[in-house]
Protein backbone atom coordinates (compact mmCIF):
# COMPACT_ATOMS: atom_id res chain seq x y z
CA UNK A 1 0.00 0.00 0.00
CA UNK A 2 1.37 2.88 1.42
CA UNK A 3 5.15 0.88 1.46
CA UNK A 4 4.80 1.06 -2.46
CA UNK A 5 4.45 4.69 -2.85
CA UNK A 6 7.87 6.49 -4.33
CA UNK A 7 8.98 9.96 -2.41
CA UNK A 8 6.21 12.59 -3.71
CA UNK A 9 8.47 15.08 -5.45
CA UNK A 10 6.97 19.04 -5.28
CA UNK A 11 6.43 20.73 -7.79
CA UNK A 12 8.98 22.37 -8.61
CA UNK A 13 11.10 19.23 -9.26
CA UNK A 14 7.84 17.63 -11.18
CA UNK A 15 8.48 21.00 -13.41
CA UNK A 16 12.47 21.14 -13.02
CA UNK A 17 12.75 17.33 -13.88
CA UNK A 18 9.87 18.18 -17.22
CA UNK A 19 11.30 20.83 -18.15
CA UNK A 20 14.69 19.50 -18.47
CA UNK A 21 13.94 16.45 -20.17
CA UNK A 22 12.41 18.53 -22.52
CA UNK A 23 15.08 21.14 -23.44
CA UNK A 24 16.56 18.08 -24.74
CA UNK A 25 15.00 16.95 -27.19
CA UNK A 26 16.09 18.10 -30.26
CA UNK A 27 14.65 17.84 -33.93
CA UNK A 28 17.06 17.31 -36.56
CA UNK A 29 17.99 19.61 -39.43
CA UNK A 30 15.57 20.24 -41.65
CA UNK A 31 15.48 22.74 -44.97
CA UNK A 32 12.76 24.69 -44.01
CA UNK A 33 13.77 26.36 -40.38
CA UNK A 34 9.93 26.74 -39.74
CA UNK A 35 9.30 23.25 -39.62
CA UNK A 36 11.88 22.10 -37.70
CA UNK A 37 11.37 24.66 -35.18
CA UNK A 38 7.68 23.77 -35.46
CA UNK A 39 8.76 20.00 -34.83
CA UNK A 40 10.39 20.43 -31.93
CA UNK A 41 8.22 22.47 -30.58
CA UNK A 42 5.43 19.80 -30.68
CA UNK A 43 7.56 17.22 -29.46
CA UNK A 44 8.33 19.70 -26.52
CA UNK A 45 5.24 19.96 -25.83
CA UNK A 46 5.08 16.30 -25.81
CA UNK A 47 7.47 15.30 -24.04
CA UNK A 48 6.41 17.84 -21.07
CA UNK A 49 2.90 16.43 -21.35
CA UNK A 50 4.76 13.07 -21.02
CA UNK A 51 6.41 13.71 -17.61
CA UNK A 52 3.79 15.41 -15.80
CA UNK A 53 1.41 13.80 -16.73
CA UNK A 54 2.77 10.65 -15.88
CA UNK A 55 4.15 11.31 -12.63
CA UNK A 56 0.31 12.84 -11.47
CA UNK A 57 -1.33 9.82 -13.21
CA UNK A 58 1.11 7.68 -11.14
CA UNK A 59 0.73 8.93 -7.66
CA UNK A 60 -2.84 8.98 -8.15
CA UNK A 61 -2.85 5.44 -8.94
CA UNK A 62 -0.62 4.46 -6.13
CA UNK A 63 -2.26 6.00 -3.16
CA UNK A 64 -4.80 4.01 -1.98
CA UNK A 65 -9.10 5.71 -2.83
CA UNK A 66 -10.68 6.27 0.25
CA UNK A 67 -12.98 3.40 -0.15
CA UNK A 68 -10.21 0.99 -1.00
CA UNK A 69 -8.56 1.67 2.13
CA UNK A 70 -8.55 -0.93 5.15
CA UNK A 71 -11.06 1.00 7.97
CA UNK A 72 -7.83 0.32 10.46
CA UNK A 73 -5.35 2.83 7.84
CA UNK A 74 -8.56 5.10 7.03
CA UNK A 75 -9.10 5.24 11.02
CA UNK A 76 -5.24 6.65 11.47
CA UNK A 77 -4.98 8.65 8.07
CA UNK A 78 -7.80 10.68 9.09
CA UNK A 79 -6.72 11.08 12.66
CA UNK A 80 -3.69 12.50 11.54
CA UNK A 81 -4.43 14.06 8.49
CA UNK A 82 -8.17 14.77 7.96
CA UNK A 83 -9.68 11.78 4.76
CA UNK A 84 -11.58 14.82 3.16
CA UNK A 85 -8.09 16.63 2.72
CA UNK A 86 -6.84 13.54 1.38
CA UNK A 87 -9.26 12.74 -1.79
CA UNK A 88 -9.61 16.62 -2.41
CA UNK A 89 -5.49 16.67 -3.32
CA UNK A 90 -6.11 12.94 -4.84
CA UNK A 91 -8.59 14.85 -7.08
CA UNK A 92 -6.73 17.55 -7.75
CA UNK A 93 -3.70 15.77 -8.68
CA UNK A 94 -6.26 13.69 -11.59
CA UNK A 95 -7.73 17.17 -12.83
CA UNK A 96 -4.42 18.65 -13.48
CA UNK A 97 -3.48 15.88 -15.32
CA UNK A 98 -6.23 16.11 -17.40
CA UNK A 99 -6.02 19.73 -17.92
CA UNK A 100 -2.39 19.32 -19.21
CA UNK A 101 -3.22 16.93 -21.61
CA UNK A 102 -6.04 18.78 -23.11
CA UNK A 103 -3.94 22.01 -23.01
CA UNK A 104 -0.89 20.18 -24.77
CA UNK A 105 -3.57 19.05 -27.57
CA UNK A 106 -4.51 22.80 -27.93
CA UNK A 107 -0.78 23.85 -28.17
CA UNK A 108 0.21 21.86 -30.62
CA UNK A 109 -2.95 21.98 -32.85
CA UNK A 110 -2.41 25.61 -32.41
CA UNK A 111 1.41 25.36 -33.94
CA UNK A 112 0.05 23.88 -37.35
CA UNK A 113 -1.77 27.64 -38.07
CA UNK A 114 1.13 29.60 -37.09
CA UNK A 115 3.80 30.79 -39.98
CA UNK A 116 6.43 32.63 -38.35
CA UNK A 117 9.38 31.16 -35.81
CA UNK A 118 8.57 33.80 -33.39
CA UNK A 119 4.96 33.16 -33.04
CA UNK A 120 5.81 29.64 -32.36
CA UNK A 121 8.21 30.48 -29.67
CA UNK A 122 5.40 32.65 -28.29
CA UNK A 123 3.30 29.79 -27.78
CA UNK A 124 6.03 27.77 -26.76
CA UNK A 125 6.68 30.10 -24.02
CA UNK A 126 2.47 30.38 -23.19
CA UNK A 127 2.87 26.36 -22.48
CA UNK A 128 5.56 26.44 -20.12
CA UNK A 129 4.00 29.01 -18.44
CA UNK A 130 0.89 27.70 -18.34
CA UNK A 131 2.11 24.05 -17.21
CA UNK A 132 4.55 25.25 -14.52
CA UNK A 133 1.32 27.06 -13.07
CA UNK A 134 -0.61 23.77 -13.00
CA UNK A 135 2.04 22.22 -11.67
CA UNK A 136 2.84 25.07 -8.83
CA UNK A 137 -0.71 25.39 -7.92
CA UNK A 138 -0.54 21.88 -6.57
CA UNK A 139 2.26 22.02 -4.47
CA UNK A 140 0.53 22.24 -1.77
CA UNK A 141 -1.80 19.31 -2.26
CA UNK A 142 1.80 17.52 -3.28
CA UNK A 143 3.13 18.19 0.50
CA UNK A 144 0.23 16.86 1.81
CA UNK A 145 0.45 13.43 0.23
CA UNK A 146 3.89 13.56 0.56
CA UNK A 147 3.36 13.80 4.62
CA UNK A 148 0.83 11.03 4.25
CA UNK A 149 2.51 8.57 2.64
CA UNK A 150 5.66 9.49 5.06
CA UNK A 151 3.75 8.94 7.45
CA UNK A 152 1.55 5.80 6.48
CA UNK A 153 4.72 4.26 5.74
CA UNK A 154 5.68 4.13 8.66
CA UNK A 155 2.24 2.07 9.88
CA UNK A 156 2.89 -1.68 10.36
CA UNK A 157 1.32 -3.79 7.80
CA UNK A 158 -0.93 -5.92 9.57
CA UNK A 159 -1.72 -8.52 6.86
CA UNK A 160 -5.79 -8.40 7.12
CA UNK A 161 -5.83 -11.82 5.21
CA UNK A 162 -4.73 -13.67 8.30
CA UNK A 163 -6.78 -14.19 11.53
CA UNK A 164 -5.40 -11.95 13.75
CA UNK A 165 -5.12 -12.49 17.48
CA UNK A 166 -3.83 -9.58 19.57
CA UNK A 167 -2.01 -10.27 22.56
CA UNK A 168 -3.42 -7.45 25.77
CA UNK A 169 -1.95 -7.59 30.10
CA UNK A 170 -0.65 -5.77 32.45
CA UNK A 171 3.53 -5.11 31.99
CA UNK A 172 5.11 -8.06 32.89
CA UNK A 173 2.85 -10.36 32.60
CA UNK A 174 4.55 -13.00 29.96
CA UNK A 175 3.25 -11.15 26.44
CA UNK A 176 6.41 -11.01 24.42
CA UNK A 177 7.84 -14.63 25.74
CA UNK A 178 4.30 -16.01 24.66
CA UNK A 179 4.48 -14.74 21.45
CA UNK A 180 7.92 -15.74 21.11
CA UNK A 181 7.15 -18.64 22.06
CA UNK A 182 4.53 -19.82 19.41
CA UNK A 183 5.23 -18.03 16.47
CA UNK A 184 8.35 -18.89 13.91
CA UNK A 185 11.51 -16.97 14.20
CA UNK A 186 11.52 -13.15 14.60
CA UNK A 187 8.59 -11.12 14.80
CA UNK A 188 8.11 -8.68 12.31
CA UNK A 189 9.08 -5.12 14.32
CA UNK A 190 7.02 -1.83 13.28
CA UNK A 191 6.37 1.57 14.72
CA UNK A 192 3.18 2.95 16.21
CA UNK A 193 2.00 6.03 15.88
CA UNK A 194 1.72 7.98 19.13
CA UNK A 195 3.49 5.51 21.33
CA UNK A 196 7.11 4.94 22.19
CA UNK A 197 7.13 1.63 21.59
CA UNK A 198 6.89 -0.68 18.12
CA UNK A 199 4.30 -3.27 17.84
CA UNK A 200 5.59 -6.90 17.23
CA UNK A 201 3.96 -8.79 14.53
CA UNK A 202 4.47 -12.95 14.80
CA UNK A 203 3.25 -15.62 12.51
CA UNK A 204 2.46 -19.43 13.66
CA UNK A 205 1.76 -21.86 10.87
CA UNK A 206 0.62 -25.32 11.59
CA UNK A 207 -1.20 -27.87 9.32
CA UNK A 208 -1.58 -25.46 6.52
CA UNK A 209 -2.81 -22.26 8.62
CA UNK A 210 -1.56 -19.80 9.64
CA UNK A 211 -2.77 -16.88 11.83
CA UNK A 212 -0.87 -14.19 12.96
CA UNK A 213 -0.15 -12.75 16.75
CA UNK A 214 -0.02 -9.00 17.37
CA UNK A 215 1.93 -8.38 20.89
CA UNK A 216 1.36 -4.15 21.84
CA UNK A 217 3.56 -3.01 24.93
CA UNK A 218 2.51 0.29 26.02
CA UNK A 219 -0.71 -0.16 24.17
CA UNK A 220 -2.97 -2.25 25.05
CA UNK A 221 -1.25 -2.70 28.78
CA UNK A 222 -2.31 0.40 30.72
CA UNK A 223 -5.66 1.21 32.12
CA UNK A 224 -7.38 3.76 29.74
CA UNK A 225 -7.67 6.81 32.23
CA UNK A 226 -4.08 7.30 31.54
CA UNK A 227 -3.84 7.75 27.81
CA UNK A 228 -3.94 11.44 26.54
CA UNK A 229 -6.20 11.48 23.14
CA UNK A 230 -3.68 10.70 20.69
CA UNK A 231 -3.01 7.59 22.23
CA UNK A 232 -6.55 6.38 23.06
CA UNK A 233 -7.22 6.81 19.48
CA UNK A 234 -4.56 5.01 18.74
CA UNK A 235 -5.72 2.26 20.94
CA UNK A 236 -9.42 2.65 19.16
CA UNK A 237 -7.77 1.94 15.66
CA UNK A 238 -6.83 -1.07 16.73
CA UNK A 239 -10.18 -1.63 17.07
CA UNK A 240 -10.62 -2.05 13.02
CA UNK A 241 -8.94 -4.96 13.05
CA UNK A 242 -10.75 -8.03 12.91
CA UNK A 243 -9.26 -10.10 15.87
CA UNK A 244 -9.72 -11.93 19.14
CA UNK A 245 -8.22 -10.52 21.77
CA UNK A 246 -5.44 -12.79 23.96
CA UNK A 247 -5.43 -11.31 27.31
CA UNK A 248 -2.79 -12.50 29.97
CA UNK A 249 -3.11 -12.91 33.48
CA UNK A 250 -0.20 -13.10 35.59
CA UNK A 251 -1.16 -14.84 38.86
CA UNK A 252 2.20 -15.83 39.69
CA UNK A 253 3.98 -15.61 42.94
CA UNK A 254 6.12 -12.93 41.48
CA UNK A 255 3.15 -10.59 39.93
CA UNK A 256 3.76 -6.99 40.12
CA UNK A 257 0.14 -6.67 39.47
CA UNK A 258 -3.02 -7.36 42.08
CA UNK A 259 -5.78 -9.60 40.46
CA UNK A 260 -8.06 -6.29 41.13
CA UNK A 261 -6.14 -4.24 38.44
CA UNK A 262 -5.55 -6.87 35.71
CA UNK A 263 -9.28 -7.49 35.99
CA UNK A 264 -10.30 -4.09 36.07
CA UNK A 265 -7.72 -3.96 33.07
CA UNK A 266 -10.01 -6.97 31.06
CA UNK A 267 -13.14 -5.49 31.37
CA UNK A 268 -11.75 -1.98 30.02
CA UNK A 269 -10.21 -3.56 27.07
CA UNK A 270 -13.14 -5.28 26.53
CA UNK A 271 -15.51 -2.71 26.87
CA UNK A 272 -12.96 -0.74 24.87
CA UNK A 273 -12.07 -2.72 21.77
CA UNK A 274 -15.20 -4.87 21.53
CA UNK A 275 -13.62 -8.12 20.42
CA UNK A 276 -13.96 -11.39 21.00
CA UNK A 277 -11.81 -12.34 24.49
CA UNK A 278 -9.58 -15.14 25.88
CA UNK A 279 -8.22 -15.17 29.10
CA UNK A 280 -5.18 -17.28 29.61
CA UNK A 281 -3.35 -17.46 32.96
CA UNK A 282 0.32 -16.95 32.57
CA UNK A 283 3.08 -18.05 34.59
CA UNK A 284 1.58 -21.81 35.32
CA UNK A 285 5.24 -22.78 36.63
CA UNK A 286 5.29 -20.28 39.37
CA UNK A 287 1.83 -19.96 40.07
CA UNK A 288 0.23 -21.63 43.43
CA UNK A 289 -3.57 -22.82 41.22
CA UNK A 290 -4.68 -23.39 37.58
CA UNK A 291 -7.57 -20.14 38.11
CA UNK A 292 -8.42 -20.09 34.23
CA UNK A 293 -9.57 -22.73 31.51
CA UNK A 294 -6.48 -21.49 29.60
CA UNK A 295 -3.18 -21.99 31.91
CA UNK A 296 0.03 -21.78 30.13
CA UNK A 297 3.86 -21.12 30.81
CA UNK A 298 6.42 -19.90 28.47
CA UNK A 299 9.14 -21.10 30.43
CA UNK A 300 8.06 -25.47 30.50
CA UNK A 301 6.03 -24.64 27.66
CA UNK A 302 3.10 -26.16 29.18
CA UNK A 303 -0.56 -25.65 28.35
CA UNK A 304 0.50 -24.00 25.04
CA UNK A 305 -0.54 -26.70 22.75
CA UNK A 306 -4.08 -26.43 24.07
CA UNK A 307 -3.89 -22.62 23.51
CA UNK A 308 -2.34 -23.09 20.20
CA UNK A 309 -4.98 -25.52 19.06
CA UNK A 310 -8.04 -23.06 20.70
CA UNK A 311 -6.52 -20.25 18.61
CA UNK A 312 -6.39 -22.55 15.19
CA UNK A 313 -10.32 -23.65 15.19
CA UNK A 314 -11.62 -20.38 16.49
CA UNK A 315 -9.87 -17.57 14.04
CA UNK A 316 -11.72 -14.76 14.00
CA UNK A 317 -12.60 -14.15 10.17
CA UNK A 318 -11.21 -12.72 7.07
CA UNK A 319 -13.66 -9.68 5.99
CA UNK A 320 -11.86 -7.54 3.91
CA UNK A 321 -10.67 -8.27 0.12
CA UNK A 322 -6.97 -8.44 -0.49
CA UNK A 323 -5.36 -5.42 -1.33
N1 LIG B 1 8.64 -18.33 35.44
C1 LIG B 1 8.15 -17.79 34.33
N2 LIG B 1 8.56 -16.57 33.97
C2 LIG B 1 8.03 -16.03 32.84
C3 LIG B 1 7.07 -16.72 32.05
N3 LIG B 1 6.73 -15.93 31.00
C4 LIG B 1 7.46 -14.81 31.13
N4 LIG B 1 8.25 -14.86 32.23
C5 LIG B 1 9.15 -13.82 32.71
O1 LIG B 1 8.41 -12.67 33.07
C6 LIG B 1 9.11 -11.49 32.72
C7 LIG B 1 8.26 -10.64 31.81
O2 LIG B 1 8.00 -11.33 30.62
P1 LIG B 1 7.64 -10.59 29.25
O3 LIG B 1 7.31 -11.65 28.27
O4 LIG B 1 8.69 -9.63 28.90
O5 LIG B 1 6.34 -9.81 29.71
P2 LIG B 1 5.55 -8.63 28.96
O6 LIG B 1 5.97 -7.36 29.58
O7 LIG B 1 4.10 -8.90 29.24
O8 LIG B 1 5.87 -8.72 27.52
C8 LIG B 1 10.39 -11.94 32.04
O9 LIG B 1 11.42 -11.90 32.99
C9 LIG B 1 10.09 -13.36 31.61
O10 LIG B 1 11.24 -14.16 31.58
C10 LIG B 1 6.68 -18.02 32.49
O11 LIG B 1 5.84 -18.70 31.89
N5 LIG B 1 7.23 -18.49 33.63
MG1 LIG C 1 6.68 -7.24 26.31
Redesign the pocket.
Known amino acids: MFARIPTVLRSQEIIDKAFSKASKVEEPYHPRKETRVRKEIQDRISSIEGTTVFNLTKLVKKFPSNDTLHPFYRNLLDMMFDLDQYRISLSKLDRTADKITEFSSQKIKQLKYVPSVPEMNKIMREYYGRVASLIGDLDSDLSFLGRCRDFMKQVPQIDDQTPTFIIA??????????LSRITTATPRIAPYPFTTQSIYIGYLDRNGKRIQII?T?GIL?RPMSDRNTMEMNAILALRHIDSTIIF?FDK?R?SIYDADSQEKLFMEIKANMKKEMIRVQ?????SDKKTEEFA?????GDGLDELVDYLLTHSPGVKYAAR
Open positions: GMPNVGKSSLDPDLSEAKLDIISAST
